[in-house]
């Protein structure tokens, strides 16, 4: 069944038992989400959970940051049915504990499926190990010579420790600090990508999107717990402004 909306080109399909935006017209952000409260249309993104590298607690910070637009599934590293993509608008890779070269068996069975996703157009939203896994050496979904590599790495960078950190970033020209655990810098030319976000230590692009991925090396999604667990962090929480951050970050994603 389908609903066509003659002012705006934009149409809806009934699928899975939900209604479902396929955007082929660049519309407004404004009308995009009156179209989530007037037809009860929320697009929907696939989760990948591996934990703990693609952690628990990121997944559900993610789903708690962008419930109010968004329906979820879930899926991990087991071999998913053909169609499992069909009713799917973006795919999403969080953060969590672990090195990065786990990719070979986290992907064994589903990167040729995520890579053809995006390939045909789906989209991708990677959060610090989920940003990681986007570039050459794992799912190579960048274009133009973009790549993710380790922040603390990087020349004139403020640190050279992979643990929690309040990160000092500018945010579309907001300063602030961030949630940070060995997060990624995005490397490249930056006219092949938009920047976001930036780390203020050495200017490096934190948070991008190009075309229809979006990466971002720190954590927006981050809860309360999460500071709480370490002393230094604890007077740091952000009381959920930077799930707002995500939340406007994906909305902008989804329009691409």
């Known amino acids: 069944m389908y609903i ?38 929320k697009p929907t993104i696939a989760l990948f959970l591996y934990d703990p590298k693609c952690s628990v607690q990121s997944g559900n910070g993610i789903i708690k940051a962008l419930e109010s637009h968004y329906n979820f599934k879930i899926f991990s590293k087991n071999e998913l049915e053909d169609d499992f993509f069909d009713d799917v608008d973006m795919v999403a890779v969080p953060g969590g504990f672990g090195d990065a070269d786990t990719f070979p068996v986290a992907f064994k069975n589903n990167k040729k499926r995520v890579r053809k996703f995006v390939n045909s157009g789906g989209r991708y939203l990677g959060i610090c190990m989920g940003a990681y896994w986007a570039g050459s050496q794992y799912l190579n979904i960048l274009k133009d010579g973009v790549d993710a590599d380790q922040y603390l790495a990087q020349p004139g960078t403020d640190t050279r420790r992979p643990h929690a ?43 991008i999107i190009q075309g229809r991925i979006g990466l971002i090396g720190c954590h927006p999604e981050s809860e309360k717990f999460w500071y709480e667990s370490y002393t230094w962090m604890r007077k740091h929480w952000h009381n959920r402004e930077h799930h707002k951050l995500l939340l406007e970050f994906v909305d902008e994603l989804m329009l691409r």
């Open 165 to 207: 950190k309040n990160m000092p970033i500018n945010w579309q020209g907001r300063d602030m600090s961030m949630f940070w655990y060995d997060g990624c810098s995005i490397l490249g030319d930056p006219s092949k990508f938009e920047t976001i976000a930036t780390y203020k230590g050495n200017g490096d692009p934190m948070a």
């Open 4 to 41: 066509t909306d003659k002012d705006t080109s934009v149409f809806f399909r009934y699928h899975a038992n939900i209604y479902r935006v396929i955007d082929y017209n660049n519309i407004t952000s404004v009308f995009y989400i009156n179209c989530i409260y007037k037809y009860n249309v």
